[in-house]
């Protein structure tokens, strides 16, 4: 399977981490990645806030030279949920607008590039693994199921919201890193702010307000007992990870979760060693939750659900669980 | 009915804004004022005024008070009020729109969130000379000019990151930056930003 | 070509026509084409004075046609037919030119709208000079009526046509009729008990000389026209012995087999695999779900038929397949219920305590689960605070834009509801607007205020467990804008109720095309207009009433259940109706049997003769819509009233001015 591929600006150096283990796993799934010849930043949110078709030209640039690489199956594939969201955003304005698309070609032209709207399909990395390579691929690279860790999948917004293009999952209960989470031996923690939002870049605006939001997503995982939130976005990660110190000085909390991505999970579960992985990158230790891989739960411990008595009214029933 | 108009009525406030929103049709006109994007915003509490209330505000025409309000720079783009509004209104677009609205016109100055267009505007330097974002760039040089006492709580912070690996002492850079440089410049020409 | 003496009448329409056409010039050049002997300009055709112009003109000189140059004949064309009609001529013998909604009403260049106007005359005067007179069919009308749905329109329609003397045949899908009113416990504005005054029309609908009550039946087939359809009815087996059965109940005491009841009780309690859906039902005979019992699954159990008192449990019993002959239908399907896991937001089917309308309904009811007790999901808490959710999936781009109507009225009755019982409880509304319409609405939503509601005027944005601040742990917290303080606000509740939306039954689509009419995109009926004729569709002999035309609250739906009987009571009394000619006719010897407009047919009125091997139209099915007169290929079919040569000739006229460079061939 051949892929355009976008890295994004993180995952050079903040999230090499996600480079990495994302390299590591793709491999034996059977992807290959055609990395866009001379990329250049997608903007993320920044560039839309002072310059209008700027800003749109700057992500077109992208997609016009990912257009002229040939081997890619006309998809571009996102690590970083923001970069997907500008790229997708970009190519569904772009398909939807003649002016629009008009105008940014205008822009292109003046350097040498052309892109035609629709030409492109724009995904992010989770839904080519899950979706393309499907679960079953995935169980049989297995050989260190990740039993025993409890991880409560992070989704983040701008990988689930708005619905462009691109998107593949529900937008307020996603489940398809939930149900990777399951293959790969993991048990999932159904945490409710699993789609909340991490931030962004409101840690340089306003330090309460970003304090704020990374405590309420932190806050929850943990009390669902997640050993570990595992995330698809660069951003995401910094906030909950790098300013989890910080959070936890504003609010007088001892909270200690680490975040990884869910490439690095892939990689343990695969048998790969955890410094290829990147892990031993974060600002919270991951070791001491990885520890519990593999180790038996014993039956006192796990958490027991309540039998309902035999007054309870009964739930309303329930399409497929995740 | 064809409509022989006798004059055309002069773009309003409400029109402008809608006008310099790309992703058409916005149906900002359709708002009912229902309060779903107030009520989903993460940072709402925050804000000077709900996403609603602003909205309310566009169509009264108080386009000072709009611009000079910190809600536009309180947006952390998390689409949920977009994805919610029952009447479909590209609400997170709109906040951008404001945003570069309140920066042309300067009102931003007046909010509380003064700090924030500089925090973009030091980011897109780098992404326009380079091509690539440059973070350690980005927050020192954010910092120094807007939160100078806070360089030392930015440092520490610093430390911890090119202690893990995770920042580059240098910008990165795209090859053919003279072509980025030309496709912006043309782009802000056609659409009359500078 | 006969020499036909046409009149032509050129009508102002006050301004509406005169303002851009110049009419005079119009009349004038009418005057002097070919056939024409009378033309005259006036300000209000439709008027009884210009009706009288073409009434004494046809005696007077001796008219053989009349044109009318005016508005769309879908508003006067019965008028002039009529004036037509009583100058002496057959009312066929007329053709309107629509001078207004396509000329006037078109465009402001009054040039070219004079110029389009002398062509539609001319086209009309072309045309009219080839129509022939048509007597319309005349249909008798079978007095028998069919009812489908037994909800409170359908019962109210039925009783209202018994009462006249007519025989009915109402069938309900359940097995018993009641609908989702005999689901409520109070209803508003009055509070008075559903069941209380549901019942009684209940008992009266079974026990009625004239109404054949069809439960646990469906409609499987529609045949014929108006005045004589055959409906084909599948009375499917309730494995009781009806004419033995008493009531009892024993077999359903004696079921070892529990199941939800996903119907009557929204899924809030159980039913017996053998039941009845609740006390009250009419008719009184239990139901065996087959699906659900041990005997047909394993060949076990039979307890029903152990315990029953008087042998009336037949595990042999089948289906039946009744056929009935009516004359007109009136369909009261009702609605189905918006799906509030549609919105995960709101938490319902994961949060225990988020609970829809309809369960809630059943919660209060006093023979619900629980005794009319507002208890949490775990059956025995008492809630000290609730939340309302207004407009859940109405109002709403993202699943149905439109207003449900009820729901502002039902959170009202809920709130009071809660009052009444947990007498200390917290209660918020959460709503965008206060629809509150009707007769003693208002007064209702004052009493609510009194009672001491916190209304807050904001959409909720989501419902939530997760709690952030100190007083939210252990509750549900709403998240919403308090609009008219501008606002976020968070408030802890210990249930939530979302007042979720109608919508049209889903299966709605088939139901339509089983009778041959149309949904809208919102799967509601069609009426035939939205303003004048609610309960009408456009398929005649076929009646809508209650929720399944839109959502409405029970005095609507009793209101259209009972002018759907009188409009089909209209029609039985008079006995014999007159159906437009305008229909299709097959040329039996130019048919070659090649069946091509068998299928065409979207009203299913061509047969096809197999001894004969011709197809021939059944005149009173046949709407004239003209496809199979397009398509058939040896030109067998004719449209009455559309012949090739009027519609040509229509051409012809209306390129009058250019005719000379165009040849048409006739």
Same mark, same amino acid.
């Given at each position: 399977?051949?892929?355009?591929?976008?890295?994004?600006?993180?995952?050079?150096?903040?999230?090499?981490?996600?480079?990495?283990?994302?390299?590591?796993?793709?491999?034996?799934?059977?992807?290959?990645?055609?990395?866009?010849?001379?990329?250049?930043?997608?903007?993320?949110?920044?560039?839309?806030?002072?310059?209008?078709?700027?800003?749109?030209?700057?992500?077109?640039?992208?997609?016009?030279?990912?257009?002229?690489?040939?081997?890619?199956?006309?998809?571009?594939?996102?690590?970083?949920?923001?970069?997907?969201?500008?790229?997708?955003?970009?190519?569904?304005?772009?398909?939807?607008?003649?002016?629009?698309?008009?105008?940014?070609?205008?822009?292109?032209?003046?350097?040498?590039?052309?892109?035609?709207?629709?030409?492109?399909?724009?995904?992010?990395?989770?839904?080519?693994?899950?979706?393309?390579?499907?679960?079953?691929?995935?169980?049989?690279?297995?050989?260190?199921?990740?039993?025993?860790?409890?991880?409560?999948?992070?989704?983040?917004?701008?990988?689930?919201?708005?619905?462009?293009?691109?998107?593949?999952?529900?937008?307020?209960?996603?489940?398809?890193?939930?149900?990777?989470?399951?293959?790969?031996?993991?048990?999932?923690?159904?945490?409710?702010?699993?789609?909340?939002?991490?931030?962004?870049?409101?840690?340089?605006?306003?330090?309460?307000?970003?304090?704020?939001?990374?405590?309420?997503?932190?806050?929850?995982?943990?009390?669902?007992?997640?050993?570990?939130?595992?995330?698809?976005?660069?951003?995401?990660?910094?906030?909950?990870?790098?300013?989890?110190?910080?959070?936890?000085?504003?609010?007088?909390?001892?909270?200690?979760?680490?975040?990884?991505?869910?490439?690095?999970?892939?990689?343990?579960? +695969?048998?790969?060693?955890?410094?290829?992985?990147?892990?031993?990158?974060?600002?919270?230790d991951a070791r001491p939750a990885l520890a519990k891989i593999g180790i038996e739960v014993p039956e006192e411990e796990a958490p027991k659900k309540k039998k309902p008595s035999k007054e309870a009214l009964p739930m309303p029933s329930m399409p497929e669980e995740g | 009915m064809t409509a022989t108009a006798a004059q055309a009525r002069a773009p309003t406030f409400f029109d402008e804004v809608v006008q310099a929103t790309p992703g058409g049709p916005i149906h900002l006109e359709l708002c009912l004022q229902c309060g779903t994007c107030g009520g989903s915003c993460p940072s709402g509490p925050d804000m000077d005024h709900t996403p609603r209330a602003l909205f309310a505000m566009i169509s009264a025409g108080m386009r000072e008070k709009v611009?000079?309000?910190?809600?536009?720079?309180?947006?952390?783009?998390?689409?949920?009020?977009?994805?919610?509004?029952?009447?479909?209104?590209?609400?997170?677009?709109?906040?951008?729109?404001?945003?570069? %609205?309140?920066?042309?016109?300067?009102?931003?100055?007046?909010?509380?969130?003064?700090?924030?267009?500089?925090?973009?505007?030091?980011?897109?330097?780098?992404?326009?000379?380079?091509?690539?974002?440059?973070?350690?760039?980005?927050?020192?040089?954010?910092?120094?000019?807007?939160?100078?006492?806070d360089t030392v709580k930015m440092a520490t912070f610093g430390l911890g990151m090119f202690r893990r690996g995770r920042v580059d002492l240098a910008p990165k850079r795209i090859k053919r930056v003279d072509e980025l440089k030309a496709i912006l410049a043309k782009a802000k020409e056609i659409g009359g930003e500078e | 070509m006969s020499e036909e003496r046409v009149g032509v009448y050129i009508c102002h329409c006050g301004t509406n026509i005169a303002g851009t056409v110049n009419v005079e010039e119009v009349s004038h050049w009418a005057g002097e084409q070919p056939h024409v002997v009378i033309a005259r300009d006036y300000k209000f055709m439709c008027s009884s004075l210009g009706q009288e112009l073409i009434e004494q003109d046809i005696k007077?000189?001796?008219?053989?046609?009349?044109?009318?140059?005016?508005?769309?004949?879908? %508003?006067?064309?019965?008028?002039?037919?009529?004036?037509?009609?009583?100058?002496?001529?057959? #009312?066929?013998?007329?053709?309107?030119?629509?001078?207004?909604?396509?000329?006037?009403?078109?465009?402001?260049?009054?040039?070219?709208?004079?110029?389009?106007?002398?062509?539609?005359?001319?086209?009309?005067?072309?045309?009219?000079?080839?129509?022939?007179?048509?007597?319309?069919?005349?249909?008798?009308?079978?007095?028998?009526?069919?009812?489908?749905?037994?909800?409170?329109?359908?019962?109210?329609?039925?009783?209202?046509?018994?009462?006249?003397?007519?025989?009915?045949?109402?069938?309900?899908?359940?097995?018993?009729?009641?609908?989702?009113?005999?689901?409520?416990?109070?209803?508003?504005?009055?509070?008075?008990?559903?069941?209380?005054?549901?019942?009684?029309?209940?008992?009266?609908?079974?026990?009625?000389?004239?109404?054949?009550?069809?439960?646990?039946?469906?409609?499987?087939?529609?045949?014929?026209?108006?005045?004589?359809?055959?409906?084909?009815?599948?009375?499917?087996?309730?494995?009781?012995?009806?004419?033995?059965?008493?009531? =009892?109940?024993?077999?359903?005491?004696?079921?070892?087999?529990?199941?939800?009841?996903?119907?009557?009780?929204?899924?809030?309690? +159980?039913?017996?695999?053998?039941?009845?859906?609740?006390?009250?039902?009419?008719?009184?005979?239990?139901?065996?779900?087959?699906?659900?019992?041990?005997?047909?699954?394993?060949?076990? =159990?039979?307890?029903?038929?152990?315990?029953?008192?008087?042998?009336?449990?037949?595990?042999?019993?089948?289906?039946?397949?009744?056929?009935?002959?009516?004359?007109?239908?009136?369909?009261?399907?009702?609605?189905?219920?918006?799906?509030?896991?549609?919105?995960?937001?709101?938490?319902?089917?994961?949060?225990?305590?988020?609970?829809?309308?309809?369960?809630?309904?059943?919660?209060?009811?006093?023979?619900?689960?629980?005794?009319?007790?507002?208890?949490?999901?775990?059956?025995?808490?008492?809630? !000290?605070?609730?939340?309302?959710?207004?407009?859940?999936?109405?109002?709403?781009?993202?699943?149905?834009?439109? =207003?449900?109507?009820?729901?502002?009225?039902?959170?009202?009755?809920?709130?009071?509801?809660?009052?009444?019982?947990? #007498?200390?409880? !917290?209660?918020?509304?959460?709503?965008?607007?206060?629809?509150?319409?009707?007769? /003693?609405?208002?007064?209702?939503?004052?009493?609510?205020?009194?009672?001491?509601?916190?209304?807050?005027?904001?959409?909720?944005?989501?419902?939530?467990?997760?709690?952030?601040?100190?007083?939210? !742990?252990?509750?549900?917290?709403?998240?919403?804008?308090?609009?008219?303080?501008?606002?976020?606000?968070?408030?802890?509740?210990?249930?939530?109720?979302?007042?979720?939306?109608?919508?049209?039954?889903?299966?709605?689509?088939?139901?339509?095309?089983?009778?041959?009419?149309?949904?809208?995109?919102?799967?509601?009926?069609?009426?035939?207009?939205?303003?004048?004729?609610?309960?009408?569709?456009?398929?005649?002999?076929?009646?809508?009433? /209650?929720?399944?035309?839109?959502?409405?609250?029970?005095?609507?739906?009793?209101?259209?259940?009972?002018?759907?009987?009188?409009?089909?009571?209209?029609?039985?009394?008079?006995?014999?109706?007159?159906? !437009?000619?305008?229909?299709?006719?097959?040329?039996?010897?130019?048919?070659?049997?090649?069946?091509?407009?068998?299928?065409?047919?979207?009203?299913?009125?061509?047969?096809?003769?197999?001894?004969?091997?011709?197809?021939?139209?059944?005149?009173?099915?046949?709407?004239?819509?003209?496809?199979?007169?397009?398509?058939?290929?040896?030109?067998?079919?004719?449209?009455?009233?559309?012949?090739?040569?009027?519609?040509?000739?229509?051409?012809?006229?209306?390129?009058?001015?250019?005719?000379?460079?165009?040849?048409?061939?006739?």
């Amino acid at each position: 399977m051949k892929y355009g591929y976008y890295p994004g600006c993180s995952l050079e150096r903040n999230a090499r981490a996600y480079h990495q283990s994302a390299m590591a796993v793709t491999k034996p799934l059977g992807i290959e990645f055609k990395v866009v010849d001379d990329w250049n930043c997608c903007g993320a949110t920044e560039y839309i806030a002072i310059n209008r078709l700027a800003a749109y030209a700057l992500v077109a640039r992208n997609l016009a030279l990912a257009t002229k690489q040939a081997d890619n199956g006309h998809q571009l594939v996102a690590p970083c949920s923001a970069c997907f969201l500008n790229l997708s955003k970009a190519e569904y304005y772009l398909s939807n607008s003649p002016d629009l698309a008009a105008d940014v070609n205008l822009a292109l032209e003046a350097g040498g590039l052309h892109y035609t709207p629709g030409h492109l399909r724009v995904r992010h990395l989770l839904d080519i693994i899950v979706n393309d390579v499907g679960h079953d691929a995935i169980a049989e690279k297995i050989t260190n199921p990740l039993k025993g860790l409890r991880v409560a999948a992070y989704y983040g917004c701008l990988i689930v919201r708005p619905a462009y293009q691109g998107v593949f999952d529900d937008p307020e209960y996603p489940i398809t890193l939930d149900k990777l989470m399951k293959t790969l031996g993991a048990e999932v923690v159904d945490f409710p702010l699993k789609a909340n939002c991490c931030g962004g870049h409101m840690t340089q605006i306003s330090e309460p307000v970003a304090f704020d939001m990374i405590h309420r997503i932190i806050k929850n995982a943990a009390d669902y007992q997640a050993d570990i939130i595992v995330t698809v976005c660069p951003m995401c990660q910094l906030n909950l990870d790098a300013y989890q110190d910080a959070m936890n000085k504003f609010f007088k909390t001892d909270y200690h979760v680490p975040i990884l991505y869910f490439t690095q999970l892939i990689g343990l579960a +695969f048998g790969m060693a955890a410094k290829d992985l990147g892990i031993g990158k974060e600002f919270v230790d991951a070791r001491p939750a990885l520890a519990k891989i593999g180790i038996e739960v014993p039956e006192e411990e796990a958490p027991k659900k309540k039998k309902p008595s035999k007054e309870a009214l009964p739930m309303p029933s329930m399409p497929e669980e995740g | 009915m064809t409509a022989t108009a006798a004059q055309a009525r002069a773009p309003t406030f409400f029109d402008e804004v809608v006008q310099a929103t790309p992703g058409g049709p916005i149906h900002l006109e359709l708002c009912l004022q229902c309060g779903t994007c107030g009520g989903s915003c993460p940072s709402g509490p925050d804000m000077d005024h709900t996403p609603r209330a602003l909205f309310a505000m566009i169509s009264a025409g108080m386009r000072e008070k709009v611009l000079s309000s910190n809600t536009p720079w309180y947006c952390v783009s998390c689409y949920y009020c977009m994805v919610r509004c029952p009447q479909e209104i590209h609400i997170t677009d709109l906040m951008y729109t404001l945003k570069r %609205m309140a920066i042309k016109e300067g009102f931003y100055r007046k909010s509380s969130a003064a700090g924030a267009p500089g925090f973009s505007q030091t980011f897109i330097d780098y992404v326009e000379n380079y091509g690539r974002s440059f973070e350690l760039g980005l927050a020192t040089r954010y910092h120094l000019s807007h939160h100078p006492l806070d360089t030392v709580k930015m440092a520490t912070f610093g430390l911890g990151m090119f202690r893990r690996g995770r920042v580059d002492l240098a910008p990165k850079r795209i090859k053919r930056v003279d072509e980025l440089k030309a496709i912006l410049a043309k782009a802000k020409e056609i659409g009359g930003e500078e | 070509m006969s020499e036909e003496r046409v009149g032509v009448y050129i009508c102002h329409c006050g301004t509406n026509i005169a303002g851009t056409v110049n009419v005079e010039e119009v009349s004038h050049w009418a005057g002097e084409q070919p056939h024409v002997v009378i033309a005259r300009d006036y300000k209000f055709m439709c008027s009884s004075l210009g009706q009288e112009l073409i009434e004494q003109d046809i005696k007077e000189h001796g008219l053989t046609r009349v044109v009318v140059a005016a508005c769309s004949p879908h %508003m006067h064309e019965k008028t002039f037919r009529g004036a037509t009609e009583r100058g002496g001529l057959n #009312p066929f013998l007329f053709e309107m030119a629509n001078i207004r909604e396509h000329d006037s009403w078109a465009t402001n260049d009054k040039e070219m709208a004079t110029q389009k106007a002398k062509a539609l005359v001319m086209g009309a005067v072309e045309r009219v000079v080839h129509h022939q007179p048509l007597e319309p069919l005349p249909v008798d009308i079978n007095p028998n009526s069919l009812v489908v749905g037994g909800g409170i329109a359908g019962i109210s329609a039925a009783l209202e046509l018994a009462n006249a003397g007519y025989h009915v045949y109402l069938v309900e899908r359940e097995p018993s009729i009641g609908g989702h009113m005999a689901q409520l416990d109070k209803t508003f504005p009055t509070l008075d008990c559903s069941a209380c005054i549901l019942t009684p029309k209940m008992v009266e609908v079974g026990q009625h000389p004239n109404i054949t009550l069809l439960s646990y039946s469906e409609v499987e087939n529609v045949a014929g026209y108006i005045g004589n359809f055959t409906v084909t009815i599948r009375k499917r087996a309730r494995y009781v012995n009806e004419s033995l059965c008493t009531g =009892c109940g024993i077999c359903e005491e004696k079921c070892p087999r529990k199941v939800i009841d996903e119907v009557f009780e929204a899924g809030l309690s +159980f039913r017996k695999a053998i039941y009845r859906p609740f006390p009250q039902a009419v008719p009184k005979f239990p139901v065996l779900d087959v699906a659900n019992c041990t005997y047909f699954e394993r060949g076990k =159990c039979k307890a029903c038929q152990i315990f029953c008192p008087t042998e009336a449990i037949d595990f042999e019993q089948q289906d039946q397949l009744i056929q009935v002959q009516v004359g007109n239908i009136i369909l009261a399907t009702g609605f189905d219920l918006f799906d509030a896991r549609r919105v995960p937001q709101y938490g319902f089917g994961r949060l225990a305590n988020v609970f829809t309308s309809l369960e809630f309904e059943r919660m209060v009811n006093a023979s619900g689960p629980t005794g009319g007790k507002i208890v949490l999901r775990d059956g025995t808490t008492q809630p !000290e605070s609730i939340a309302i959710v207004h407009c859940v999936g109405s109002r709403d781009k993202n699943y149905n834009e439109y =207003c449900s109507k009820v729901c502002c009225m039902y959170s009202l009755k809920f709130a009071h509801l809660v009052h009444e019982r947990v #007498p200390n409880a !917290e209660v918020y509304n959460f709503y965008i607007d206060m629809r509150t319409p009707g007769k /003693g609405y208002e007064e209702f939503y004052h009493r609510l205020l009194h009672e001491g509601t916190h209304f807050i005027r904001g959409r909720v944005a989501e419902v939530t467990d997760s709690a952030r601040m100190p007083g939210e !742990e252990g509750k549900l917290i709403v998240q919403a804008e308090d609009t008219l303080i501008g606002k976020q606000r968070r408030i802890p509740v210990d249930m939530v109720i979302l007042s979720t939306g109608l919508e049209a039954r889903h299966d709605s689509k088939e139901i339509s095309l089983l009778f041959g009419m149309g949904c809208d995109f919102d799967g509601f009926f069609v009426e035939r207009h939205p303003k004048l004729d609610p309960v009408a569709t456009m398929t005649e002999g076929v009646f809508i009433a /209650g929720a399944c035309q839109g959502p409405k609250d029970i005095p609507d739906s009793v209101c259209q259940g009972a002018a759907a009987s009188a409009r089909v009571s209209s029609l039985i009394s008079r006995g014999t109706i007159l159906m !437009e000619p305008v229909r299709a006719h097959i040329e039996a010897e130019s048919c070659s049997g090649c069946r091509i407009c068998n299928n065409m047919c979207p009203y299913n009125a061509i047969v096809f003769h197999e001894d004969t091997k011709v197809s021939e139209v059944i005149t009173a099915l046949c709407q004239g819509c003209g496809t199979c007169v397009a398509a058939c290929p040896s030109a067998a079919i004719t449209g009455a009233h559309f012949t090739n040569i009027q519609v040509l000739s229509e051409i012809e006229g209306i390129l009058w001015d250019v005719r000379e460079r165009v040849a048409v061939p006739v």
